[in-house]
């Protein structure tokens, strides 16, 4: 098995050659003074690409459900008053990882593919006083990108920490932890930093660490408690685990393509590639779930059109072309596709590789439209837009 | 940084090239068909490497110590009580886990290096009920192998559930799931299985996943919750979270090395190993800490000679001759080496390569033994034993 497919669906994305050699690197030790080396450099880069100076910022060893977890776990002492806004299902799984934790957790809910105006957050907060606030920018199964700044002073206000699920915007949109206040983000390895699944970068800002080191119970996992990890990723050294040593080198190599190509580049990349999947989209009568205005340049949830079979297109796109995408989860499941352009794969070639082959798809099931129009509206689609 | 060490410390051990290749192949989607594939494979070779028929039985997405937390946090509910035993580092993490989960933990403990007696043990189940009873075969901070098999009627004798912390033993010396009715059993893919850490092997019997179906709370970790991940081991294959693609590859590939050397033969190669490194150090008058009779073939830890510096001497084989060995942990910390001989670096190569520099630290020092009497002792030392 030695398959090689076209990842544009919500994650994994495709892996730059360059990264797949670096975890293929013989393996060290976790206590090697050149894998501390690497973990120090690791959190360098980690800082740049969150934009924060926290110094506890690093890398779980999990996925990105792990940094979750990790963030909920180490802030949340049983009995805790927590909002998680929901619109799609991570926010349910933050609220389910939550009250496992023992948290008191209230629901803001608005529907999937909707955002959250801060006037909906602010009147929440006023009913009642939260120890943590917790929402998603990028919600992966709607397509919806969160505005993170517009809430934060909102929430500093009411004396809550504010907590950001970053899993699939990080590397592809502006994440600005320092700027935007944010007191605990966690992401995953394997969407726009193009690295395989495996590790979850996150990081606590001082209050949050403050919070932390106030706590009165253990963290309820050993695994995730950071007031050990912490000691191995400082300068102690001190062994918890054995880290995903291999993990680590092609973290560190994904973090550094992303350094050398600047973040707001990688921003405007992922954006204008996204314009143009959307223009070309456009021009065969596919459309966004999302609210209008706030489509993720990275995650584009669409309609699939009446008449048109999901499961038959998406297994066409994979066995023909190679391409993967992904379906809808929970109340989306059959209506919506994702279409992925992240890190390596938000390429022009990939939008419109993608393009040409959902027409032949379509075509090929009968389905009622101008063949080549969205190839023709992509290319004629003009000057990229700068941000 | 393309570092190539000799792996000879408690873990990860070194990797061989075709796992190094397999982990880099590009990585495709966690829903990907070829990608279930694997992880059914993974699965297969799981159970014969378990000894078991356990369909529970699957690779956890984090290290050995996440392995470890999902037994525990699947098994225990608040309030049910433990019966941990403890006789090093991952006896004691054992019980901080279940602590944390709500255990009632009763701790049994013996010096470290020793191993537990079935009549101990018996007694401690006189006394009291327990819900789990959880013991380390290879206790990796002392280098002793402890009998499980004697231990496991005892165990269900008392009604109890055994849980078996096989980290360090697994594809290194018999581990029997089935044969010697172990309950829950979890080991780390960095040790004897020879693959980059990463990913945590469990199974679990009919009984344990009953014990888990009878919850009436939710596992505290939605990161490691069975009832969840089973759903996408399981023929469901529901989305629960991104698996460390590429780590699978690794791991699937190592555990086909496995297959392809045969258990039997892989455990008695362990144990020759053993052997003839136990053989050379003697001739140099360097002993085991650990009880006599009860050494593991993997991991070898041994009184550090009187007037020979710790430090000094792993420096020196790391920086002259790219060897890692493991320090002592806790109250063997600066008195004990742990030297590993686990998967594919335990090789007649490393035994004589690590003799002799270690002869050549020990020289360097100024320290009185007769040059060469190690490596005489190790190269004469007659046939393998046979198992």
Same mark, same amino acid.
């Given at each position: 098995?030695?398959?090689?497919?076209?990842?544009?669906?919500?994650?994994?994305?495709?892996?730059?050659?360059?990264?797949?050699?670096?975890?293929?690197?013989?393996?060290?030790?976790?206590?090697?003074?050149?894998?501390?080396?690497?973990?120090?450099?690791?959190?360098?880069?980690?800082?740049?690409?969150?934009?924060?100076?926290?110094?506890?910022?690093?890398?779980?060893?999990?996925?990105?459900?792990?940094?979750?977890?990790?963030?909920?776990?180490?802030?949340?002492?049983?009995?805790?008053?927590?909002?998680?806004?929901?619109?799609?299902?991570?926010?349910?799984?933050?609220?389910?990882?939550?009250?496992?934790?023992?948290?008191?957790?209230?629901?803001?809910?608005?529907?999937?593919?909707?955002?959250?105006?801060?006037?909906?957050?602010?009147?929440?907060?006023?009913?009642?006083?939260?120890?943590?606030?917790?929402?998603?920018?990028?919600?992966?199964?709607?397509?919806?990108?969160?505005?993170?700044?517009?809430?934060?002073?909102?929430?500093?206000?009411?004396?809550?920490?504010?907590?950001?699920?970053?899993?699939?915007?990080?590397?592809?949109?502006?994440?600005?932890?320092?700027?935007?206040?944010?007191?605990?983000?966690?992401?995953?390895?394997?969407?726009?930093?193009?690295?395989?699944?495996?590790?979850?970068?996150?990081?606590?800002?001082?209050?949050?660490?403050?919070?932390?080191?106030?706590?009165?119970?253990?963290?309820?996992?050993?695994?995730?408690?950071?007031?050990?990890?912490?000691?191995?990723?400082?300068?102690?050294?001190?062994?918890?685990?054995?880290?995903?040593?291999?993990?680590?080198?092609?973290?560190?190599?994904?973090?550094?393509?992303?350094?050398?190509?600047?973040?707001?580049?990688?921003?405007?990349?992922?954006?204008?590639?996204?314009?143009?999947?959307?223009?070309?989209?456009?021009?065969?009568?596919?459309?966004?779930?999302?609210?209008?205005?706030?489509?993720?340049?990275?995650?584009?949830?669409?309609?699939?059109?009446?008449?048109?079979?999901?499961?038959?297109?998406?297994?066409?796109?994979?066995?023909?072309?190679?391409?993967?995408?992904?379906?809808?989860?929970?109340?989306?499941?059959?209506?919506?596709?994702?279409?992925?352009?992240?890190?390596?794969?938000?390429?022009?070639?990939?939008?419109?590789?993608?393009?040409?082959?959902?027409?032949?798809?379509?075509?090929? %099931?009968?389905? %009622?439209?101008?063949?080549?129009?969205?190839?023709?509206?992509?290319?004629?689609?003009?000057?990229?837009?700068?941000?």
């Amino acid at each position: 098995m030695n398959l090689k497919r076209v990842l544009m669906g919500p994650g994994p994305s495709d892996v730059d050659a360059r990264v797949l050699e670096a975890l293929a690197r013989p393996t060290i030790g976790h206590l090697d003074p050149n894998f501390i080396e690497i973990l120090n450099e690791i959190r360098e880069l980690l800082k740049y690409t969150f934009q924060t100076r926290n110094e506890m910022t690093l890398a779980m060893s999990g996925t990105g459900s792990a940094g979750m977890e990790t963030c909920i776990v180490n802030l949340i002492e049983p009995g805790d008053a927590m909002l998680v806004c929901i619109n799609g299902v991570f926010g349910n799984r933050m609220a389910d990882v939550a009250e496992r934790a023992g948290a008191e957790v209230t629901r803001l809910e608005v529907d999937w593919g909707r955002i959250f105006e801060p006037e909906q957050i602010k009147r929440a907060l006023q009913k009642k006083k939260y120890k943590v606030v917790g929402i998603v920018q990028a919600e992966t199964s709607t397509g919806a990108h969160q505005p993170i700044k517009e809430i934060s002073d909102i929430v500093h206000e009411s004396g809550a920490l504010y907590l950001v699920d970053a899993v699939t915007s990080l590397g592809g949109t502006k994440v600005d932890v320092d700027g935007w206040q944010i007191d605990a983000c966690y992401s995953g390895s394997q969407k726009c930093l193009s690295c395989p699944p495996g590790l979850s970068p996150v990081t606590f800002s001082e209050a949050a660490v403050k919070a932390m080191e106030r706590r009165k119970t253990k963290v309820q996992s050993w695994y995730l408690d950071l007031n050990m990890i912490r000691q191995y990723w400082g300068s102690e050294r001190l062994y918890h685990h054995t880290a995903p040593i291999n993990m680590n080198y092609a973290l560190l190599e994904a973090l550094k393509m992303v350094k050398e190509e600047r973040l707001e580049k990688r921003w405007e990349r992922h954006l204008n590639n996204h314009y143009m999947l959307k223009t070309g989209l456009a021009a065969i009568d596919i459309h966004y779930v999302t609210q209008k205005g706030y489509e993720l340049p990275m995650l584009n949830a669409v309609t699939i059109p009446e008449g048109v079979d999901d499961l038959k297109t998406r297994r066409q796109l994979l066995s023909e072309f190679n391409i993967e995408i992904g379906g809808g989860l929970g109340v989306f499941k059959g209506k919506v596709w994702r279409i992925g352009l992240m890190g390596a794969a938000s390429t022009v070639s990939n939008v419109l590789l993608f393009l040409a082959a959902l027409e032949k798809s379509l075509y090929d %099931q009968g389905h %009622q439209f101008e063949p080549g129009a969205s190839i023709a509206a992509a290319i004629t689609y003009g000057n990229p837009i700068k941000e």
